[in-house]
């Protein structure tokens, strides 16, 4: 009975237990496809000769597949030639061997034909013998990792290179305590002649071999790195020969990603040499700072190290907005060339620079002459390493020379009024212009010839403005003596604009001495044509011009302008406009101006302006004179187009 019963209850539980199974072996293959399907890495199953039997959609979109294309290829269809070998020796001596295989490196091939790096895993199923019969790979694609690897190992041939040919001493520190070295670039051997590892092997070398007056000071400094998270020193070094070394030293603090600190980073670079030169400086700074000429020193470059007070002043600066610019900004184009020049042969031969007449370009745009005197500075070598010089403003002596001139063609010209009255008057002066030309022309030719040292193409220029200056003195008295005698003047179509270029050009010197800007913008367009007398409206425009220039003798440089403008009115006329910054014109003068020999000035002939008007009215036009609001005067003409 009890056996009966028992052969009853097998059945059922061998039935029971089958379902237990089934339901563990569905839950399981649930498992395995969710994680085939939806893991991130590409899955492959393969039999034992390589054939593909599935594969994942993550493996698929990495080679560019469907699964169902996959179905069926084997390995060496997916898989660039290089690596059959490769992988056939994993297969045999890991895989088939061992059942699975370490983590390794190959590459694929997607259905594009490009190629791509991955690294992949390999596990086996076994049979009941223990025999590899299904080969599960796990396959992740590493492109990004090794194009980063790529860039990094990119990075430390950079770095390795830019240690290796620095001239500074580069690296890394402990924080705190002697702050001892953890790294050291080799170039330690050439600044200091010790070994990278003595450095490191000992804690205290770095602190021990700064000089004993600095030690102190450098050790407190560096803690201030952890505010501000860096710090600059320069302090002296001992070298290995046991002479100092000044070294100025750089560094930075390394912190992780919560801040917190980690280690020091820096470089060393040797400035011994500069210290030298500072001190030389210093020197030179004490012997000039009471000079007063003005004293400079610039780097080879002519970028400026060092200026006294009288030199900045000269040039409308102060000392600190010099420190480091270049001396370009004291030239202009054409003058800078020749400075260049002089400068290039006193590095090159030594051959010092003694009283030459260069013209210097003050802040305000206006230039000056002065005297330079430049020399070389040399280092321990024997080597170029600082040019210096020293500048005398001469404008004073200039416009001393040119009043003694003026003054002495003032007496001629009055001794030649006492004689011959207002006629001789007029003439001289209308012909002082020309004739000075011809004495600057001809002086000029004269020094070229007793030089010895001159160009026949210069020397026959000179001759022939000469001979240019004389003809139009002759033309100037035949125009005057038609003036007087009441006849039309001889008149060609000409442009205002060139009569205006001509005349600043002929006085352009003279106002460069005086420290004078014209400012007179050639147009782009030309004017309309005017049927004048060109030697006489250029005259008028002299004769302005000298007004101008006495009118702004008391007025500071800076603030001495005159400026032309041109303009054209509904009456076919053409009106010049030149004005001044002098000291403008009081309701007498502006009456009387016009007048003969009425002047304000103290040696002044009072005929100029006469003439003027009387040149300007013959050619139909008029001239007038206002003051300025701001101060200065501005003087009108017209002429009929």
């Known amino acids: 009975m009890v056996d009966s019963e028992k052969t009853r209850k097998e059945p059922v539980e061998e039935i029971q237990a089958l379902w237990r199974v089934q339901e563990e072996l569905r839950k399981g293959e649930e498992i395995y496809r969710a994680l085939f399907v939806t893991n991130p890495d590409g899955i492959i199953v393969c039999d034992m000769e390589g054939k593909l039997l599935d594969a994942n959609k993550a493996f698929a979109d990495m080679l560019g597949y469907t699964i169902e294309e996959l179905r069926g290829k084997t390995y060496k269809q997916i898989t660039p030639r290089k690596w059959h070998k490769i992988e056939a020796d994993i297969i045999k001596n890991q895989i088939l061997a061992e059942g699975f295989s370490e983590a390794y490196e190959k590459e694929y091939i997607r259905k594009d034909g490009s190629i791509f790096p991955v690294e992949i895993r390999v596990?086996?199923?076994?049979?009941?013998?223990?025999?590899?019969?299904?080969?599960?790979?796990?396959?992740?694609?590493?492109?990004?990792?090794?194009?980063?690897?790529?860039?990094?190992?990119k990075t430390q041939e950079r770095v390795e290179y830019i240690l290796a040919t620095s001239p500074a001493t580069t690296y890394t520190s402990e924080i705190g305590g002697n702050w001892a070295a953890t790294f050291i670039s080799e170039n330690v051997r050439n600044q200091f002649a010790y070994?990278?590892?003595?450095?490191?092997?000992?804690?205290?070398?770095?602190?021990?071999?700064?000089?004993?007056?600095?030690?102190?000071?450098?050790?407190?400094?560096?803690?201030?790195?952890?505010?501000?998270?860096?710090?600059?020193?320069?302090?002296?070094?001992l070298h290995k020969d046991g002479s100092y070394r000044w070294v100025h030293d750089e560094s930075r603090l390394i912190r992780d990603e919560q801040g917190k600190p980690l280690e020091c980073i820096g470089y060393w670079t040797d400035i011994t040499e500069r210290k030298k030169a500072e001190e030389e400086i210093k020197k030179f700074k004490k012997m000039t700072d009471l000079s007063p000429h003005g004293c400079a020193i610039a780097d080879l470059d002519g970028n400026?190290?060092?200026?006294?007070?009288?030199?900045?002043?000269?040039?409308g600066y102060t000392s600190a907005e010099l420190i480091g610019k270049n001396l370009e900004i004291f030239h202009t184009d054409a003058q800078m060339k020749r400075v260049s020049e002089l400068n290039k042969r006193l590095i090159e031969t030594g051959q010092g620079i003694h009283g030459e007449e260069i013209w210097h370009v003050h802040r305000?745009?206006?230039?000056?002459p002065t005297l330079m005197s430049d020399w070389v500075m040399r280092d321990d070598n024997g080597n170029p390493s600082l040019m210096c010089a020293t500048a005398i403003d001469i404008t004073e002596l200039k416009l001393m020379e040119q009043h003694e001139r003026e003054h002495r063609e003032e007496v001629a010209h009055f001794a030649r009024l006492s004689t011959i009255g207002e006629m001789s008057s007029a003439l001289a002066h209308e012909l002082n212009q020309p004739l000075c030309a011809i004495v600057t022309y001809a002086e000029g030719a004269l020094r070229m010839m007793k030089s010895g040292d001159w160009d026949s193409n210069e020397l026959l220029e000179a001759i022939e403005a000469v001979g240019t200056q004389a003809a139009r003195a002759g033309t100037i008295i035949r125009r005057i003596a038609n003036l007087v005698r009441k006849k039309e003047p001889h008149r060609s179509s000409v442009n205002i604009g060139e009569i205006i270029s001509e005349t600043v050009n002929l006085i352009k010197y003279e106002a460069r001495l005086q420290g004078i800007t014209i400012k007179w913008i050639e147009p782009s367009e030309k004017y309309p044509m005017l049927k004048v007398d060109r030697i006489q409206i250029q005259q008028v425009l002299v004769n302005l011009f000298h007004n101008s220039f006495e009118a702004m003798k008391n007025v500071d440089q800076s603030k001495r302008q005159i400026s032309i403008e041109v303009s054209t009115d509904e009456n076919d006329m053409v009106q010049v406009v030149v004005s001044d910054t002098g000291c403008g014109l009081s309701a007498e003068s502006a009456d009387r101006i016009f007048e003969p020999f009425f002047t304000t000035k103290s040696q002044g002939l009072g005929m100029g302006l006469s003439i003027s008007r009387s040149i300007i009215e013959v050619h139909g036009g008029r001239i007038w004179a206002e003051s300025n609001p701001a101060g200065g005067a501005t003087f009108r003409f017209t002429l009929p187009m």
């Open 123 to 153: 596990n086996t199923t076994k049979d009941r013998q223990g025999k590899p019969v299904i080969a599960w790979s796990f396959v992740r694609d590493i492109t990004e990792l090794k194009e980063a690897e790529e860039k990094l190992i």
């Open 195 to 237: 070994e990278p590892n003595q450095f490191l092997e000992d804690p205290d070398f770095w602190v021990e071999h700064i000089h004993p007056d600095d030690r102190e000071r450098i050790i407190a400094g560096l803690s201030r790195i952890f505010e501000d998270n860096f710090t600059i020193h320069e302090y002296r070094f």
């Open 304 to 315: 400026l190290t060092y200026v006294n007070d009288n030199f900045a002043r000269m040039h």
């Open 364 to 368: 305000d745009g206006t230039e000056f």
